[in-house]
């Protein structure tokens, strides 16, 4: 559910619409403006704030998500 | 590359470096057209591999010299970064160029987006049109092209389509743009270096312009497109600038060092200056002395950076 959530995020910011879960953001043309943006709609959409480092660190949407749901557990 | 191999890589850049033994041919080179390059400084994947880190670590901004978003002197705080800039390939060149006495004054950052337009023609000699005052005061010599010395390296392709740096060869011997003249774009706080839509950083660097309107001859006109782990090193007194990125999806990152000789005042009487809409307190600032001796008492030295690891000196 979180990976189909971030994946939809992703694919709006990127403005792409073929990739894995498991493609990586900077080979995908991410970069930091792109990443602020994300990191807003995850925050609005997941209600999980995500520090960019943690977002930058885990650059996949599996990662992100997984990380995600281990914060979503935490709290 | 794995985890392992990349820390292995960032941790002891001089181990890995690969330095050419003879540079006469370049440096005679340098001396003529005002540049040199591409050099080679890392492999392309020990390149992707030392941007990533740095791009991740650029999230934590918790030690950084400044509290603005220009990204300034983050070989204080970035260790990545602290051993880049004292690259044994690129010192070899600098004492080569500059002597034996060599100071880091400065680092910046040069993320060209997808879609973001080249950066303008400019000349700099004392880095006066960012704040109206001198940042640089040389004590021992008149003025001369190699007061200060830019290493570009680009840790991603720098192509005609992702914003490859080009010069004016053989510029540095002619004053094309006047930086002593007065300009209001830039110098105020309140520009995002980000989204500033002039030629320069939020700056008008035209603005400089001795005769208003100047273009290079197109013959005298280089473009240096480079791998990622290539450097171009060049007196920013030659005259230079940068393509657009018209690609969707490829963002050009590159990262300067300016260095100078040790008898250069470093921001003299300053403790603070306004450039790029942001300001820098100057008061934890300090040179970084990365080749031979100091033997002047003007510029604050730092030995280690922000996390206490010492800089290499050679």
Redesign the interface.
Known sequence: MTAQKVHKIWSRELDLQDFSDDDDF?D??G???IMAKIQENITKELGVEV???E???QSTVAKISAHINSMQAVS | MTETEFNAVGADIAANAQIPDDISADIARFNQDGFIGPIKLYEEDEAAALIREIRIRNQDTSEALYKNSVNYDRHFDIPELSRHVTHPTIIKYLTAILGPDVLLWRTEWFPKFPGYKGTEWHQVRDYSYASGKPQLLPTESDWNAYIDITVWSTFTPATMETGCMQFVRGSQRQQIFDEHKVTESGRQEGYDVAYANTGFFGYNFSDFAIEPGWEPDPADVVQIPMNPGEAVIFTASCVHGSLPNITKRETRFAIAGRYVPTHVRVYPDQDSFTAHGATFDLSEYGSVLVAGENRYDHNRIRTANNCGEEFRRY
Do not use: E
């Open positions: 900077f995908l043309g970069h930091s403006l520090p960019m480092d977002l930058f660190r």
